[in-house]
């Protein structure tokens, strides 16, 4: 058993390592690639060659990060193969038909017109080369969505029943995994994210390059361009967000409560504004949560529910049973191990009475894997701070912006100060933790679980030592490493070339 949660937890850290060194790269490729269209658009339909060279740079800023973007996202994709291979077994049939879709199509169509958005300049006519950005940019968006897609059934099963015959989930329902309200709203928060995190990334850099110049107006129209595409994304992010809560509150209460530190729910429920977690806070003692908060009173209940009212569980109600959740979690275990019986006496015997145990208890089936309540709460204070980490920075994203095109508009000498250049370089910085915390959430809130409530991670590796997945591990760090300080390097050279 040590081997196994060693194995467990190795496999864990090398895909969230090549997740969040991937995710460095995909907010990138999604707002440049809107913004260079936009730049390009504006400069075909103004003639203004000014604009033109400015959306020929960002383009080559954008196919550099695309390039480092596919290398992390290859290899992210084989070790669903090499680390998670019962996991691929089980579901395969559903998580990989949006994947295959992705690479067949989307990817297909990204891939192809950026050759002619990065090689086309002077090579093709400008009509035809503007179309080419747009339906790259298009592509980039398309392959996001079957991407969330498969995540987001990760963390809202639909459109599936379990065949115990193949010992496989399979799809019932294309649409229903498509559509579903999850993955649409997990694509539109992680869409325009991107588009917030580019507009920081080009009005960071283009102040640094205004400075270094020393000429106001060269980075002036990539200001404006970049800081509009990233106020409207982030505005969009932060509705698409409270959608995301909603959902979030109906599919995996769990989580929720993880992300405020709520351990004990109830009517009129407070959000945390801001909060220090008691780390001595446990399932089995009384100890306050916060060691030191400020909470708005209903806010929870508001966001959660619509109603300031209304009732949200915490921890404590969702494992002992509550109004919304009123299967325990000790009945969800007993009932989970039920299931795993069953299945077991149907494949050694075909007996009807043991399929008809496990289709009653199949919708508990993961909780079967676990002997104590307390290893199906997640991390609480990493889901809480990553949380509210996210909201506080994407708060300063907002003043971020509108200071930005006030400036551009008004005041534009301003941005090339030596004080512009510094806010917007760390302005950069804290754009990428605010989205890598959105991420941290999602995942980490979710836990133990691969698949919510049927496949618990434990059950989801493959047959590997933990010594061979911890070398990968620190293979795959030094060589992502090594990757990204050479896209800085070559960033840096173009930027400083300009």
């Known amino acids: ?117 990065v090689l086309g300049w002077g090579r093709v006519s400008r009509r035809f080369h503007l179309a080419a950005t747009w339906l790259t940019a298009l592509g980039a968006m398309i392959s996001a969505l079957w991407i969330l897609v498969a995540n987001a059934w990760m963390q809202y099963p639909v459109g599936m029943t379990f065949n115990p015959d193949t010992m496989r989930n399979e799809m019932t329902d294309f649409w229903a995994v498509a559509l579903s309200p999850v993955a649409l709203n997990k694509l539109l928060h992680a869409v325009t994210s991107g588009w917030a995190i580019s507009g920081v990334f080009v009005v960071g850099v283009s102040c640094y390059m ?31 967000g409270h959608s995301s809560a909603v959902d979030v509150s109906n599919t995996q209460p769990m989580k929720l409560a993880a992300m405020e530190g709520l351990w004990n729910g109830g009517n009129h ?119 509210h980490t996210m909201v506080a920075l994407g708060g300063y994203m907002i003043a971020f912006f509108i200071v930005a095109l006030l400036l551009a508009y008004k005041r534009h000498r301003l941005l090339s100060t030596l004080a512009a250049s510094w806010i917007g370089m760390l302005s950069i910085a804290a754009a990428w933790i605010c989205s890598q915390s959105g991420w941290i959430c999602a995942e980490v809130g979710r836990q133990p679980w691969v698949i919510q409530d049927i496949m618990p991670t434990r059950a989801a590796i493959s047959a590997l030592s933990a010594s061979s997945v911890e070398l990968t591990f620190w293979l795959f760090a030094a060589v992502f490493t090594m990757l990204l300080v050479a896209e800085i390097s070559i960033m840096l050279n173009k930027i400083h070339k300009a």
């Open 1 to 117: 058993m040590p081997d196994l949660i060693s194995v467990v937890e190795w496999s864990r850290w090398q895909f969230a390592l090549t997740a969040m060194y991937h995710w460095l790269f995909v907010p990138l490729t999604l707002g440049l690639s809107i913004i260079v269209a936009i730049m390009e658009t504006l400069a075909l339909r103004s003639g203004s060659e000014k604009m033109l060279s400015t959306a020929m740079f960002w383009t080559k800023i954008f196919a550099i990060n695309f390039v480092c973007g596919v290398a992390t996202g290859i290899i992210l994709e084989f070790e669903f193969g090499t680390n998670w291979s019962n996991y691929s077994w089980f579901v395969g049939d559903i998580f990989g038909a949006p994947l295959a879709i992705e690479g067949l199509f989307a990817f297909f169509m990204e891939s192809t017109f950026v050759v002619v958005m």
């Open 269 to 387: 429920t407070e959000l945390v504004a801001f909060g220090i977690l008691n780390p001595e806070k446990t399932l089995d003692n009384d100890a306050d949560p916060f060691l030191f908060k400020i909470g708005l009173p209903g806010a929870l209940s508001w966001i959660a529910k619509g109603d300031a009212d209304a009732y949200v569980p915490g921890i404590c109600d969702i494992v002992n049973g509550s109004p919304a959740t009123p299967v325990s979690y000790p009945e969800r275990m007993r009932r989970g191990a039920l299931a795993r019986e069953a299945l077991a006496e149907y494949g050694a015997t075909g007996s009807d009475e043991a399929l008809a145990t496990l289709r009653e208890n199949y919708e508990f089936f993961g909780y079967g894997y676990f002997d104590n309540p307390a290893e199906l709460i997640p991390p609480v204070a990493m889901s809480f701070y990553a949380f």
């Open 210 to 240: 205004m400075r270094r110049r020393r000429d106001s107006e060269y980075g002036l129209p990539a200001v404006k361009v970049g800081g509009w595409v990233g106020l409207a994304g982030i505005l969009i992010t932060c509705m698409s």
